[in-house]
């Protein structure tokens, strides 16, 4: 069966993920918003990966209405950032479906995010969630233009259902993926994957705040960050993939190579902050480690005073990495310090 894929932010992974579906020979739609709609409406997308740079011309809609009614057999990927994703799922939820009923009724929602969260949001209003681990590097460089450096493989995504469990839907999605640059297994515990990726965004703060984790200091710290994130995961019963499964099935599938042209950034927390968007994924992040924590009685001091910070130079619009390292972990030894007393 044939689908054709809606990608609900085409950002840095929604463009990327949907930029090589297409250049596979999948039909995609993307969705987007301003200057980045205006320039993928005008030049079509331009996708930076090591063995070139094409341009797609992928059809561009800014929202459900521009896009009309949807097919029986579309495939909804949302790839906005969890502070988005409730209004996402608000304007795509009622959507109508050709045939009767609605999008949150009928066609499968595939949540590929960081975090937890998102899929939980979207249980709520649609029937068939699906999960992703986003092992994808990738850069929003400018509109109309993302990047993704890894090679051979674009990034590995693991999918399953959301709460658990597998079926032909993620297989079909699955084997599309895997004929686009991607290898995509297909697990019945998603969730354990996306908890281990979980931990290792704990320290996307660090890096959109101070800089590249690099040094003893600042490596020191994100230890200290990953190492709390994983008591309040323990303490809350919930299970992960280790480092050792993790690099055993990564490998040296997505090796990072320079691209020309594309500077040097970071994570998505760090490209938030360079493109002064107002908002951050802290809350979700660093902020589902505080929420565990407060329900089953871990202190997160690190987490805490992570998220606050991110947040704080979100909304006043700091340049990302402008936070000295060491002051940084003076304030985080103080934050913990509070705490021991």
């Known amino acids: 069966m044939s689908v054709r894929y809606v990608i609900i932010g085409a950002g840095a992974v929604g463009g990327v993920v949907g930029g090589r579906l297409a250049e596979a020979g999948h039909e995609v739609v993307l969705v987007a918003r301003g200057a980045h709609h205006d320039a993928l409406r005008d030049h079509g997308l331009r996708l930076r990966v090591p063995e070139g740079e094409p341009t797609l011309h992928i059809p561009v809609v800014d929202g459900p209405d521009a896009l009309g009614e949807l097919r029986p057999d ?41 975090g937890v969260e998102s899929q939980r949001l979207a249980l709520r209003l649609f029937r068939r969630v699906y999960g992703v681990c986003v ?25 399953g259902r959301h709460p658990h469990g597998t079926d032909e839907t993620a297989r079909l999605i699955a084997a599309d993926l895997e004929k686009s640059h991607f290898e995509a297994p297909v697990v019945p515990d998603v969730a354990r994957w996306q908890y281990a990726k979980l931990l290792a965004n704990l320290g996307n703060a660090v890096e959109a705040l101070t800089g ?19 008591a309040v995961l323990e303490a809350a019963g919930i299970a992960y993939a280790s480092p050792e499964e993790q ?95």
């Not at 674009?154 to 999918?159: D, E, F, N, V």
């Not at 994570?267 to 565990?292: K, V």
Request: with cysteine.
């Open 247 to 341: 690099r055993a099935v990564r490998g040296d599938k997505v090796t990072l190579v320079p691209l020309d042209g594309v500077p040097r950034g970071g994570g998505s927390s760090w490209q938030s902050l360079a493109r002064g968007t107002g908002t951050i994924e802290s809350d979700y992040l660093n902020g589902e480690i505080a929420l565990l924590g407060r329900l089953h009685g871990v202190p997160t001091p690190l987490n805490e005073l992570l998220q606050h910070l991110a947040g704080t130079f979100a909304r006043e619009r700091r340049k990302p990495g402008s936070m000295p390292v060491a002051e940084l972990v003076r304030r985080a030894d103080e934050a913990a310090a509070r705490t021991d007393g």
């Open 74 to 114: 579309d495939v909804l990927v949302l790839a906005v950032k969890t502070q988005d994703t409730e209004a996402a799922l608000r304007a795509w939820g009622p959507a109508p479906v050709a045939g009767g009923g609605t999008a949150a009724e009928r066609l499968p929602l595939v949540c590929a995010q960081n």
């Open 135 to 159: 092992w994808l590097p990738c850069t929003y460089v400018e509109p109309g233009v993302v990047s993704a450096a890894g090679t051979p493989l674009t990034g590995i995504l693991h999918l």
């Open 212 to 230: 590249p984790v690099a040094g003893e200091e600042a490596t020191g710290l994100l230890r200290r960050v990953q190492e709390e994130g994983a």
